[in-house]
């Protein structure tokens, strides 16, 4: 995310919580991005780099440790795989989760601006969590 604080807004997102992917999608070294809001009508989130194998309390599953370069508040925090969208590899998964995620938060986002929506938040532990999942992290 920029340093202007993005605009906060609501979305709802059920393309995430539905999706499959495997553990060992990824692997150290992978570039990903998180989708957590919108720039200027296009999806848009914190590009990360996959660290290692980490559990994922909020889930009890295995998820991944993520690096942000840009560093900050959240510069290590842990994922669960089905939160990271690859970004130098096209590959199919990635590819048709970007885009059924697109089709449906696009709609619901402002055309025009940064936005930071409300479908993720951070534990105190810096588990990112989805907001389907909170329950779970209760
Ligand atoms: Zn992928």
């Known amino acids: 995310m920029p340093d202007s604080a993005p605009l906060p807004v609501h979305a709802t ?14 692997a150290p070294g992978d570039r990903v991005v998180v989708i957590r809001g919108s720039l200027d009508g296009d999806l848009h989130g914190d590009d990360l780099t996959v660290v290692a194998p980490s559990w994922h309390t909020p889930t009890g599953q295995d998820g991944w ?26 590959c199919p998964d990635c590819v048709a989760f970007f885009r ?11 055309k025009r601006g940064c936005t930071e929506g409300d479908w993720y938040r951070f534990t105190a532990l810096d588990q990112l969590v989805h907001r389907d999942d909170y329950g779970l992290a209760a």
């Open 13 to 26: 997102d059920t393309v995430t919580p539905r999706r499959q992917v495997r553990h060992d999608h990824f």
């Open 65 to 90: 440790r993520t690096r942000n370069p840009q560093g900050g508040a959240h510069t290590f925090t842990t994922a669960h795989p089905r939160y990271l969208v690859h970004v130098e590899r096209r």
């Open 100 to 110: 059924a995620l697109a089709a449906e938060l696009l709609p619901q986002l402002p």
